[in-house]
C-alpha cells in the first residue's frame, strides 16, 4: 500500500498559479501510474491528469490541458501538478491517486488515495 500526502493547495486569483505536491511513502515501487482528480462541492470526483511510472508519458483532461502540468521525482517520491491560469471553475479539493497499472483516467483504477487539498480561485 502506498500512502500519500498533498500539499500546496491554498487561495489564489483568478489568472495566478499554484504548485501541488503530493509525497508518496510505503510501497513507493508499486505506485505505478499515477494521478490528479479534483472534486467541487455538490460534483463528482473528476480526472485532471496522469503520469506514468517513468514520467514519459502524460494525459490531461480538456478543461486543463495546455494550463496544468503533472510531472515526478521517483527518487523524492513526489508527483507535482503546476497549475497556471487558474479559473474559478478550477475551484475544487484536489486529490492524488496512485497504483494505476496503464495511464488511465479512471479513479477506479487507482488503488491510493490521499487526503485532498483545497484549491481556491477567486474572481
Known amino acids: 500500500q502506498v500512502q500519500l500526502v498533498e500539499s500546496g493547495g491554498g487561495l489564489v486569483q483568478a489568472g495566478g498559479s499554484l504548485r501541488l505536491s503530493c509525497a508518496a511513502s510505503?510501497?513507493?515501487?508499486?505506485?505505478?501510474?499515477m494521478g490528479w482528480f479534483r472534486q467541487a462541492p455538490g460534483k463528482d470526483r473528476e480526472f485532471v491528469a496522469a503520469i506514468t511510472r517513468s514520467g514519459g508519458s502524460t494525459y490531461y483532461a480538456d478543461s486543463v490541458r495546455g494550463r496544468f502540468t503533472i510531472s515526478r521525482d521517483n527518487a523524492k517520491g513526489t508527483v507535482y501538478l503546476q497549475m497556471n491560469s487558474l479559473k474559478p471553475e478550477d475551484t475544487a479539493v484536489y486529490y492524488c491517486?496512485?497504483?494505476?497499472?496503464?495511464?488511465?483516467?479512471?479513479?477506479?483504477?487507482?488503488?491510493?488515495w490521499g487526503q485532498g487539498t483545497q484549491v481556491t480561485v477567486s474572481s
Open positions: 510505503g510501497r513507493t515501487f508499486s505506485s505505478g501510474t
Open positions: 491517486a496512485a497504483g494505476s497499472r496503464w495511464l488511465s483516467s479512471q479513479p477506479a483504477d487507482f488503488g491510493s
